[in-house]
């Protein structure tokens, strides 16, 4: 059997440490409707400092698969327009981030701000809504 | 086109409740809404998708879908009313009637947000101010993990900066000064300048106790880089301030929730040489008033289990918890559990009976096994609410609803139970 | 040159330039020109763009500007939207609208330049070209 050796090369992952944060324009999007293109355009995405973006080799708006010990999403990239601190990654709230938040709480807070993921470029397209509601 | 007369509205966008609002309504529709931001104005026009009564998925007549809510909450041996940070105290106070009714959890989102810091505001430990003292007074605002530019749109032009105020005449420029500290420059922070501090994550509690030292006159220690020197200096300018408010936002409060203590710490601290306040960032706009009206009821602000000798609270009773192991059936009243919280947590919804009450359709109302319609509070429902900083606001409804308000629905909820 | 001056202060535009729009061989130069003057469409007659896009309605500019705040020191002058007409800027549907610009204090013989509505906009959605 011939082998596939392009099957075992996997796509770099680097960790990531991803912080959510609110954004007006996708709030009001989101509150207009909920399942439209535009609500989901402007959550599912995560900003990365645009230097390391070369340096993981990730394109802007390149797809992305966010992975945590909770769950897994695919997100657009985008390069923050100012220099970000490293390692970081920002999201909006949104149902795409809450995927990958930890059920692990002591004081019923769970931790929507420090999320530990790793993030890889992906061929598949952006997680659309109804996909999230059966993982 | 004729002109129509413009009603004065108070808008329910967030909690920031800008009661300023002019709508314009012809033939029971909203035609034009003036001095609202982008957040009010999609808020007074409405959501696209509106709820339908619904029981497993299916549309039945909404008298139907309050029984089988009434049926799923009497069976349960514990059930959990939660969201409640997008109703009106009315609606909130009937919740609390009900859970009382039925012997269950009540918790509201507060929960995993500002209960916290609302909670040692309410019982006196950490001073606060209302946003007018703010206005007429403030001439030092720091955004402390907060993002109100993001979150609150008008709470720079309202309150906190750009207006001229009683002793603030001059205009922000000469008269106020606007601090940020964040781990990202914020569109907040572009406005405060070189007043913004940038902060690893989880770097709160540190620089802190950093400017607990620095106003101390002691030299601050910090195990990140980070320029001992601009810590001195926003020393300084806090101790110089007059009337100092800081505005705690989720950032902040996430960072340090361990060490609570600290906050109340930094302030009597800061309040040896100063005279500081500090305002909750509370989002959905009646989330305070909740907090305000089960402690009236119970002396609890949230995570409050109705038992057979009075009120409980405690962790295991907050909306996380209870929906990890605990519930055996949810009413959610206006919010999106599975939205908004981790989905890890939220998953469990589609497992145990959930009743939902929302005038929008959502996540949520997809997995719901009963569906609910209610009237938009604010805009088809009136009543009253608390606003960010603890004052109570009246609501009035703009257009005619045909519906029934979340108050409605849970009080014939509670007929049928008892 | 009379032409070109009229272009850039904004009281003629390119498409009144006749011989531009008809002759084929100045299509070219039609494009290079409507390119260049692109950032200026739009545009009122002291500069001032409003991307409205990028507005999220906060109202910063409206209580920021200095003629919003003499013309109604009560109302955007304390944080409130606008109680008369006599404003620049006001916020509709969301989203910020200009009107009375020759009140701008970019205009006129005392003109000076002044930023009070740019530097507070938290998304650069105001613009004068
Ligand atoms: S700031 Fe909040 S309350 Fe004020 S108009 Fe915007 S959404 Fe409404
Ligand atoms: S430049 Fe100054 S006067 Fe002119 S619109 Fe802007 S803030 Fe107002
Ligand atoms: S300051 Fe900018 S975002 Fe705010 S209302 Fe004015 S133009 Fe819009």
Redesign the pocket.
């Given at each position: 059997m011939a082998l596939d050796v392009g099957k075992f090369i996997k796509a770099p992952e680097y960790d990531i440490k991803i912080i959510t944060h609110r954004d007006v324009f996708q709030a009001s999007a989101c509150e207009e409707d909920r399942f439209g293109d535009e609500c989901q355009e402007m959550s599912a995405l995560i900003v990365l400092d645009a230097a390391e973006m070369k340096r993981m080799g990730i394109q802007d708006r390149a797809n992305v698969r966010l992975t945590s010990n909770w769950g897994s999403v695919v997100v657009r990239a985008r390069a923050s327009p100012r220099e970000e601190q490293k390692g970081m990654g920002f999201m909006v709230n949104s149902p795409w981030v809450n995927t990958l938040v930890s059920d692990e709480t002591t004081d019923g807070i769970p931790a929507f701000k420090d999320i530990e993921a790793k993030i890889t470029i992906s061929k598949n397209g952006i997680t659309g809504i109804q996909e999230l509601l059966l993982l | 086109m004729e002109m129509t007369e413009p009603i004065t509205w108070t808008?329910t966008?967030?909690a920031?409740?800008?009661e300023d609002?002019q709508v314009h309504i012809k033939d029971n529709k909203v035609e034009k809404v003036e001095h609202?931001?982008l957040?009010?104005k999609a808020?007074v026009y409405g959501c696209k998708h509106t709820a339908i009564s619904t029981v497993d998925q299916a549309e039945v007549d909404i008298n139907s879908a309050i029984s089988q809510a009434a049926e799923i909450l009497e069976k349960a041996k514990n059930p959990l009313l939660y969201g409640w940070s997008n109703s009106t105290s009315e609606a909130q106070v009937a919740g609390i009637e009900l859970a009382q009714t039925l012997g269950a959890c009540i918790d509201s989102t507060s929960s995993f947000c500002q209960g916290i810091t609302i909670n040692e505001i309410m019982n006196g430990s950490i001073p606060s101010c209302t946003l007018e003292e703010v206005r007429e007074k403030a001439d030092v605002v720091i955004y402390w993990g907060a993002d109100p530019m993001s979150s609150?749109?008008?709470?720079l032009s309202k309150y906190s900066y750009f207006p001229r105020g009683e002793l603030r005449q001059r205009g922000y420029e000469e008269d106020r000064t606007a601090i940020c500290i964040d781990v990202t420059q914020s569109r907040t922070a572009k406005i405060c300048k070189a007043m913004f501090f940038s902060i690893p994550p989880g770097g709160d509690a540190e620089f802190m106790r950093a400017l607990m030292d620095g106003l101390a006159g002691r030299v601050p220690k910090l195990s990140y880089d980070f320029d001992v020197k601009r810590i001195l200096e926003l020393a300084a300018v806090l101790k110089k301030a007059e009337f100092g408010v800081i505005f705690a936002g989720l950032g902040l409060v996430y960072s340090i929730k361990e060490e609570f203590d600290l906050i109340l710490e930094f302030m009597s601290t800061l309040n040896r040489f100063s005279n500081f306040s500090l305002i909750p960032m509370a989002g959905h706009f009646n989330m305070r008033g909740f907090n305000h009206n089960l402690h009236e009821k119970t002396g609890f602000i949230h995570r409050v289990r109705f038992t057979k000798n009075g009120p409980v609270s405690g962790v295991e009773y907050s909306v996380v918890e209870q929906l990890k192991h605990g519930a055996d059936a949810v009413l959610v009243v206006g919010s999106d559990p599975l939205a908004s919280l981790p989905l890890s947590i939220a998953r469990r919804l589609k497992d145990i009976p959930l009743i939902l009450v929302d005038p929008c359709a959502n996540l949520t109302t997809r997995v719901a096994d009963v569906t609910i319609p209610c009237g938009a509070s604010g805009i088809e429902v009136g009543g009253t609410a608390v606003r960010l900083d603890g004052k109570k606001m009246d609501i009035s409804p703009i257009v005619q609803g045909d519906g029934l308000s979340d108050e409605m629905v849970v009080r014939r909820i509670m007929e049928e139970v008892s | 040159m009379a032409f070109a001056v009229a272009l850039l202060s904004r009281t003629k535009q390119y498409t009144e330039c006749p011989p531009l729009m008809e002759e084929d061989k100045y299509q070219d130069s039609r494009q290079k020109l409507k390119n260049i003057l692109k950032p200026m469409e739009g545009a009122e007659e002291t500069g001032l763009i409003i991307h409205e896009e990028l507005c999220s309605g906060c109202g910063n500019c409206v209580v920021a500007c200095p003629v919003n705040v003499a013309n109604d020191p009560h109302g955007s002058g304390r944080g409130f939207g606008p109680t008369n007409e006599k404003v620049i800027f006001r916020v509709e549907n969301g989203i910020v609208k200009a009107a009375n610009i020759k009140e701008c204090r970019r205009f006129g013989k005392d003109r000076i330049l002044c930023r009070a509505c740019i530097d507070p906009c938290p998304t650069e959605a105001i613009e004068f070209v």
């Open positions: - | 808008c966008g967030c920031l409740l800008c609002i609202a931001c957040k009010g808020r609150h749109p008008r709470h | -």
